[in-house]
T-cell receptor, first 114, second 113 residues
Framework: EADIYQTPRYLVIGTGKKITLECSQT?????MYWYQQDPGMELHLIHY???????EKGDLSSESTVSRIRTEHFPLTLESARPSHTSQYLC????FGQGAPEAFFGQGTRLTVV | DQQVKQNSPSLSVQEGRISILNCDYT??????FLWYKKYPAEGPTFLIS?????DKNEDGRFTVFLNKSAKHLSLHIVPSQPGDSAVYFC????????????FGTGTRLKVLA
């Protein structure tokens, strides 16, 4: 069973607010990812990290930012939420390159900006 | 341009029969392919993977077949059960490169009791 946790599960917030989506994993994985998914669409990679102090932008441009100060923690921040940010945000981790190829996902955060 | 494509948005299968989900890709540098199952408002759950050097991998009721020359893979579920009803995503990754996972758009499988 994967040990990767996202909080909150659901968030409804007003336009202009700053939000941080939390993601933590206890598997010691060095690689972590943030994906964004809208209903009926593919998962789009918005950020990834190869380890502490490593962050890269993904294939889909995003106004969010991430940090990786500790191996187990990979939070995503939106400085000023807008209705266009309404989506499901999925965090994942893997040991790809040093172990099995699969990524493990958290439960996701469903964000609604009103 | 989408590198991983799932051209069937939905599939309905009778309980006990075989479900076949298909996936095509364009990037010959992918060296791992994965299948995930996803319920609404949940994160994807890993099902099975296959290395590009293999053509088949089996795990219980799930078998993945890879045809590198056609750049095509498929997931077979036998026998299909009502609990298998979910959205199935195909994903691909360059293990020796960026370690990023590229996902298809998913196929919604409905297994009818």
């Amino acid at each position: 069973e994967a040990d990767i946790y996202q909080t909150p599960r659901y968030l409804v917030i007003g336009t202009g607010k700053k939000i941080t989506l939390e993601c933590s994993q206890t598997m010691g994985h060095d690689k972590m990812y943030w994906y964004q998914q809208d209903p009926g669409m593919e998962l789009h990679l918005i950020h990834y990290s190869y380890g502490v102090n490593s962050t890269e932008k993904g294939d889909l441009s995003s106004e969010s930012t991430v940090s990786r100060i500790r191996t187990e923690h990979f939070p995503l921040t939106l400085e000023s939420a807008r209705p266009s940010h309404t989506s499901q945000y999925l965090c994942a981790s893997s040991e790809f390159g040093q172990g099995a190829p699969e990524a493990f996902f958290g439960q996701g955060t469903r964000l609604t900006v009103v | 341009d989408q590198q991983v494509k799932q051209n069937s948005p939905s599939l309905s299968v009778q309980e006990g029969r075989i479900s076949i989900l298909n996936c095509d890709y364009t990037n010959s540098m992918f060296d791992y392919f994965l299948w995930y199952k996803k319920y609404p408002a949940e994160g994807p759950t890993f099902l099975i993977s296959i290395s590009s050097i293999k053509d088949k991998n089996e795990d219980g009721r799930f078998t993945v077949f890879l045809n590198k020359s056609a750049k095509h893979l498929s997931l077979h579920i036998v026998p299909s059960q009502p609990g298998d009803s979910a959205v199935y995503f195909c994903a691909a990754s360059e293990g020796s490169g960026t370690y990023k996972y590229i996902f298809g758009t998913g196929t919604r499988l409905k297994v009818l009791a």
